[in-house]
């Protein structure tokens, strides 16, 4: 027959460790969440960091440069429009999309854009890369940019 002192202490260390395990498991999943935040914040921080480089690169106006490499790719620097300025001056694409916006019959949407050039519109990853290089020309005075979103040739 066992010892009734001996099973209590039995009984109460079993539950001491059930509580620990409890504590544990509370513990690990905190700590399984705040490794799964801190790797979309790095995410977050090196698609910024990207943007930012990216923006710096372009803020110095050099025709038709190269401006290096920006997280593993080229980036293209597109000249500030001036007077007398040659579209020749710009990479192959972007004459395509000044193109483009010339031939509407006013106004367009990015959407619109990319119908005539060709990009599937239904997958947003195909059409922001585009809506950006509207963007940029715009930023740069190639293209003139309205309030709703549109974008237009200059006068």
Request: glycine share 8%; net charge negative.
């Amino acid at each position: 027959m066992l010892d009734p002192e001996l099973l209590e202490r039995i009984t109460t260390r079993r539950a001491e460790l059930d509580e620990l395990e409890k504590q544990l498991a509370k513990e690990l999943a905190e700590v399984r969440v705040e490794r799964d935040e801190l790797a979309v914040a790095e995410r977050v921080f090196e698609r910024v960091s990207e943007q930012l480089a990216e923006e710096r690169a372009s803020a110095a106006p050099a025709p038709g440069q190269v401006g290096g490499q920006v997280g593993g790719r080229a980036v293209m620097l597109i000249p500030h429009r001036e007077p007398g300025g040659e579209e020749t001056m710009l990479p192959p694409d972007y004459q395509r999309i000044l193109a483009a916006v010339r031939q509407a019959a006013g106004p367009v949407m990015a959407r619109e854009v990319g119908e005539v050039l060709g990009v599937d519109v239904s997958v947003r990853s195909k059409l922001e890369p585009l809506r950006g290089k509207l963007v940029r020309l715009a930023d740069r005075g190639w293209l003139r940019k309205l309030p709703d979103g549109r974008f237009t040739t200059r006068l």
